[in-house]
């Protein structure tokens, strides 16, 4: 998994609490990413980092937050958790697309049960 | 909007026989295009992916694809597939003419038969 670790890799959690997510890598790629990936839908981009404290929305970024304070860790945070935020959610972390390495390595992904 | 279309949900091919897994995109220029695999409870692995330059390309695993511009296509083969391969794929797209921000397909999910 490419020094990719994702934390917890199980949660469930109730409607309306706060849950969050870290993904920790050892590699010191300048890129992290945020997927959910829900039966039917392959993969949905969350948010991303290109830096720390350097973060931007992706496809699907309502009722996510994401921090970067720095470079290993890349924190998702449901701020009151909803029942179609039940998903597998990976971490994916990369080179910046100049240095001509655009390959995405993917963490091991979190399991999230919303009830 | 861009889009990727992986029209197989499931296929099922027997271990030695050739396999042909097809996406199609919708995006005005060249697209960076990508396919991943995901083993069961596990992330997902590059395949292969295409930019620019020769349109067959070669990936890990025995896997290539061709990027057919006239049909939107980037089809992946193998020409003789081991059980190991039993996996979901999926094909993906830049978006806009980022490399990194990637738009998934819905993924195929392969079925070996022994």
């Known amino acids: 998994d490419a020094g990719i670790t994702q934390s917890p890799r199980h949660k469930v959690t109730e409607t309306g609490t706060p849950v969050t997510l870290r993904c920790h890598q050892t590699?010191?790629?300048?890129?992290m990413y945020w997927y959910r990936q829900d039966p039917g839908h392959g993969l949905r981009l969350i948010h991303y980092s290109y830096g720390v404290k350097d973060t931007d929305k992706g496809e699907v970024s309502d009722g996510y937050s994401v921090s970067r304070s720095k470079t290993e860790d890349f924190l998702l945070t449901l701020e009151s958790a909803t029942s179609s935020q039940t998903s597998v959610y990976f971490c994916?972390?990369?080179?910046?697309?100049?240095?001509?390495?655009?390959?995405?390595?993917f963490g091991p992904g979190t399991r999230l049960t919303v009830l | 909007a861009q889009s990727v279309t992986q029209p197989d949900i499931h296929i099922t091919v027997s271990e030695g026989a050739s396999l042909e897994l097809r996406c199609n995109y919708s995006y005005g220029a060249t697209p960076y295009l990508f396919w991943y695999v995901q083993s069961p409870g596990q992330g997902l692995q590059l395949l292969l992916k295409y930019f620019s330059g020769d349109t067959l390309v070669q990936g890990i695993k025995g896997f290539e694809a061709e990027f057919k511009r006239s049909q939107s296509s980037f089809n992946l083969r193998k020409p003789s597939v081991h059980w190991s391969d039993a996996a979901e794929y999926f094909c993906?797209?830049?978006?806009?003419?980022?490399?990194?921000?990637?738009?998934f397909g819905s993924g195929t999910r392969l079925l070996v038969r022994p």
């Open positions: 993906a797209v830049g978006a806009g003419d980022s490399s990194y921000k990637l738009i």
């Open positions: 590699e010191n790629h300048r890129y």
């Open positions: 994916a972390i990369s080179d910046p697309p100049w240095a001509g390495q655009d390959t995405q390595y």
